[in-house]
């Protein structure tokens, strides 16, 4: 079964540097996302990604934040000078549609990537 | 707006005790998704549910079982004899049909103890 792929599961950065998370989507989906859960705690939305252009994001998504799909497969999340509080884990999803069609909806999560900034 | 309330922060249960998990939503659309997910210690995100909202018909899946109730607005989910492996965080969220997010809820952390 197709599934989405996040590297590293890990990442373990200095504050002030700049990371980039990356992720593979389910080969034929269109949407594309990223969610933060800080530890502990529930999980946020960040942002959401479609042809090329951010379609909706959440207040969380500041300047330092910043969506890309550089090629056909790879979505990736930078944080451009980390802070203590970006520590969380990060998940990424990919659906087919955009979920206007009732039945069609499906968001599928990868398995995350934990970002601990010291 | 929209909003996720799960009111249990923690339950614990004894092995085959059935439990549920309480879920109550905030929206003002009139069509929207929920949706249940697990997230076992290891911390991946795992499906559990989607429920549109037009069909409140309630669903059972092997231990696991779905109560809707739109008048209340609530999603609840109860699992039949709990096992450890059920042991993990459930989080319910809630997706407006022309939106793209999910809203989650805070979660509740269910330890079924042997």
């Known amino acids: 079964e197709p599934e989405v792929t996040q590297t590293p599961s890990h990442q373990v950065t200095q504050m002030g540097q700049e990371v980039i998370l990356r992720c593979v989507p389910i080969?034929?989906?269109?949407?594309f996302y990223w969610y933060r859960q800080i530890l502990g705690q529930k999980v946020e939305f960040l942002v959401s990604f479609y042809n090329n252009e951010i379609s909706e994001k959440s207040e969380i998504f500041d300047d330092q934040f910043s969506v890309e799909r550089p090629d056909g497969s790879n979505f990736t999340l930078k944080i451009r000078s980390t802070k203590l509080e970006d520590s969380a884990m990060y998940f990424c999803a990919s659906s087919t549609t955009k979920g206007q069609r009732l039945d069609s909806y499906e968001q599928y999560f990868g398995p995350g990537t934990r970002l601990t900034v010291t | 707006a929209q909003k996720v309330t799960q009111a249990q922060t923690e339950i614990s249960v004894v092995e085959k005790e059935d439990v549920t998990l309480d879920c109550v939503y905030e929206t003002r659309d009139t069509t929207y998704y929920l949706f249940w997910y697990k997230q076992p210690p290891s911390g991946e995100l795992v499906f559990l549910i989607r429920?549109?909202?037009?069909?409140?018909q309630n669903e059972i899946s092997g231990r696991y079982s779905w109560n809707f109730q739109k008048s209340t607005s609530s999603f609840n989910f109860t699992i039949t004899a709990s096992q450890v492996v059920d042991s993990a965080v459930y989080f319910c969220a809630l997706r407006p049909l022309y939106g793209q997010n999910f809203v989650f809820g805070p979660g509740t952390r269910l330890s079924v103890l042997p």
């Open positions: 080969s034929n989906h269109l949407y």
């Open positions: 429920r549109n909202s037009f069909d409140e």
